[in-house]
């Protein structure tokens, strides 16, 4: 079956552009998380939606952060006048909802600010 | 806030050999998961514990779920190569509340 995907899978930017990475979920999983990943570090926390609820945004690092989620499936994540220290890998994951802590995550975007 | 702190940062062994990482929390956790991320993937569930002091295996794998709820280790039996990758803790409270992640630990298994 389908998984997650997000799209592009690669994304090069000019410092001061603004970038939109999309993140499509497994279908009828009601929840979708945002992490930022840098070269050889963790997964960050950036924001969670569940449902009709209002997200959870606590992990979005600056105002220039911002996400949505329409129809409660697509989700996208945009960064504003994007520097130097956003570029890393930009994972999306999903899960069922009834049990959040499996989540099923997607390939992820690398971003390159120049 | 919740972290966690997992060891070791990297790992180098030899194939055949078995290994060992762990993770401790600053606080509770309710669910204790292990992911493997390959180089250009995303994470991949590998093993998942909701009750203290839980037992699971998953093949080679084997995890538990520590009993003070503030800890957590994977073993790996007779590595092979294709266990390479970076494997991650991963805690929750449950329900409805978001997982907090382990820095990570880099395998490398040297044929």
Known sequence: GAGVSQSPSNKVTEKGKDVELRCDPISG??????????????????IYFQGNSAPDKSGLPSDRFSAERTGGSV???TIQRTQQEDSAVYLCASSPGTNTDTQYFGPGTRLTVL | GQQLNQSPQSMFIQEGEDVSMNCTSSSIFNTWLWYKQEPGEGPVLLIALYKAGELTSNGRLTAQFGITRK????????????????????????GYQKVTFGTGTKLQVIP
């Open chain 2, 71 to 94: 800890d957590s280790f994977l073993n790996i039996s007779a590595s092979i190569p294709s266990d390479v990758g970076i494997y991650f803790c991963a805690g929750s409270s449950g």
């Open chain 1, 29 to 46: 999983h009601t929840a979708l998380y945002w992490y930022r990943q840098s070269l050889g570090q963790g997964l960050e926390f950036l």
């Open chain 1, 75 to 77: 989700s996208t994540l």
